[in-house]
């Protein structure tokens, strides 16, 4: 399984990014997707997961302003963020899950600086 993603940069405070993951296969043949963050000296971390029926799950410090969606044809994984941050300033990875094996893409850096 192979997980390619996409779409970090240099954002302001207050401004938007969206990340892009794309799976080696269909996306449906996965218990879950997520994307998860890391900062140096901390663990990773679970910011959003859309599950195969479609329910979704979200970090409480992102709620209501990130959001996990998916296009199953296309085998991708998209994480629109909104109103970003300081600390959303991390590498992003997108993630699968297909108990009991968790794949890993490489991960995105996401700055958010003045």
């Known amino acids: 399984v192979q997980l390619q993603a996409s779409g970090g940069g240099l954002v302001q405070p207050g401004g938007s990014l969206r990340l892009s993951c794309i799976a080696s296969?269909?996306?449906?043949?996965?218990?879950?997707m997520a994307w998860y963050r890391q900062t140096p000296g901390k663990r990773r971390e679970l910011v959003a997961r859309v599950r195969s029926d479609g329910s979704t799950n979200y970090a409480d410090s992102v709620k209501g302003r990130f959001r996990i969606s998916r296009d199953i044809a296309k085998q991708m994984v998209y994480l629109q963020m909104n109103n970003l941050n300081s600390e959303d300033t991390a590498v992003y990875y997108c993630?699968?899950?297909?108990?009991?094996?968790?794949?890993w893409g490489q991960g995105t850096l996401v700055t958010v600086s003045s």
């Open positions: 993630n699968s899950q297909r108990p009991p094996s968790d794949y």
């Open positions: 296969e269909s996306i449906l043949r996965f218990f879950a």
